[in-house]
Nanobody, 120 residues
Framework: QVQLVESGGGLVQPGESLRLSCAAS????????MSWYRQAPGKERELVAA??????STNYADSVKGRFTISRDKKTVDLQMNSLKPEDTAVYFC???????????????WGQGTQVTVSS
């Protein structure tokens, strides 16, 4: 069974740090682009960071560049969040995506989300 389980969320003050982790199982993890998304109350879900493969390239939303770092190993994908701001408050979701162009099939999996609250 495919599972993505996020952990590490919590309540912090502005300027502090959190590290989110996503534990993956049930699929060939290394073949998937792994991403972190977030959704704040009343707003649409947005891409925060993505990593293309183990040791591969990364992409970040402009709002988090220089503050957040995405990384992955054989079974997990992490998001190190530094210098947190109140506007970072959201539910953070782990995503795994793979497009099999030859077969015309896309695989897309989501975790249940973890709450991050940045407030003084």
């Amino acid at each position: 069974q495919v599972q993505l389980v996020e952990s590490g969320g919590g309540l912090v003050q502005p300027g502090e740090s959190l590290r989110l982790s996503c534990a993956a199982s049930g699929f060939v993890f290394s073949r998937y682009v792994m991403s972190w998304y977030r959704q704040a109350p009343g707003k649409e879900r947005e891409l925060v960071a993505a990593i293309t493969s183990v040791g591969g390239s990364t992409n970040y939303a402009d709002s988090v560049k220089g503050r957040f770092t995405i990384s992955r190993d054989k079974k997990t994908v992490d998001l190190q969040m530094n210098s947190l701001k109140p506007e970072d408050t959201a539910v953070y979701f782990c995503n795994a995506n793979r497009k099999d162009v030859l077969a015309g099939i896309e695989y897309d999996y989501w975790g249940q989300g973890t709450q991050v609250t940045v407030s003084s």
